[in-house]
């Protein structure tokens, strides 16, 4: 159990040193930076329905296709 303790306490000072270099490492103000993130965060949205339209368009082919119905093939 200290283990696993001492492994979250690692994880939490990690995450906020990590943090805070990166703040303080970064080319833009914070600003900007919610900006560009806010702009690729939509970007990626917009592509994800893009490609969930397409599926759809492509799966309800195929279901018109499946209960079309079929010619009947005479037995040989």
């Known amino acids: 159990?200290?283990?696993?303790?001492?492994f979250l306490?690692?994880?939490?000072?990690?995450?906020?040193?990590g943090g805070s270099i990166a703040?303080?490492?970064?080319?833009?103000?914070g600003e900007e930076l919610r900006g560009h993130l806010r702009?690729?965060?939509q970007n990626?949205?917009?592509?994800?329905?893009h490609?969930?339209?397409?599926?759809r368009i492509e799966l309800r082919q195929r279901l018109e296709d499946l209960?079309?119905?079929r010619p009947?093939?005479?037995?040989?």
């Open 44 to 49: 990626f949205f917009n592509d994800v329905r």
């Open 23 to 29: 703040l303080l490492l970064a080319p833009e103000t």
């Open 9 to 17: 306490i690692g994880i939490a000072v990690g995450g906020l040193v």
């Open 39 to 41: 702009e690729r965060g």
């Open 72 to 76: 009947e093939v005479p037995p040989q």
């Open 1 to 6: 159990m200290r283990r696993m303790f001492g």
């Open 51 to 55: 490609a969930a339209d397409e599926r």
């Open 67 to 69: 209960r079309a119905p």
